[in-house]
């Protein structure tokens, strides 16, 4: 399993931007889909969007489409999640994954992922 540490949360108004990243060790981004997704207290953990291993496909979820970007840098092994016009219900802690798999469309379910981050807070203010 890969190890993956995430950065960059904090605290923003209601409109404004936060750039999440995740770094990786102990594996390469041609060999792992990432994906990050988000858990809100007293809610499941939710598919936010990921990227393939092969290509760099992408994609999100309904809420954040055309909001949030991910992406990624193989050199570095750096993926990242570009959040603009964020919401109050983007507020949760976000986590970044790696999943062993590979084909399209890209896997959703928590349960697909095989390693996990800490997880970083995101706090969106009216």
């Known amino acids: 399993q890969v190890q993956l540490v995430e950065s960059g949360g904090g605290s923003v108004q209601a409109g404004g931007s936060l750039r999440l990243a995740c770094a990786v060790s102990?594996?390469?981004?041609?060999?792992?889909?990432m994906g990050w997704f988000r858990q809100a207290p007293g809610n499941e953990r939710e598919f936010v969007a990921a990227i393939s291993r092969s290509f760099g496909s992408t994609e999100y979820a309904g809420p954040v489409q055309g909001r949030f970007a991910i992406s990624r840098d193989i050199t570095a092994n750096m993926v990242w999640l570009q959040m603009n016009s964020l919401k109050q219900e983007d507020t949760a802690v976000y986590y970044c994954?790696?999943?062993?798999?590979?084909?399209?469309?890209?896997?959703?379910?928590?349960?697909?992922?095989?390693?996990w981050g800490q997880g970083t807070q995101v706090t969106v203010s009216s």
């Open positions: 994954a790696a999943g062993s798999f590979g084909g399209r469309p890209l896997r959703r379910a928590p349960r697909d992922y095989d390693s």
């Open positions: 102990g594996g390469t981004l041609r060999t792992y889909t």
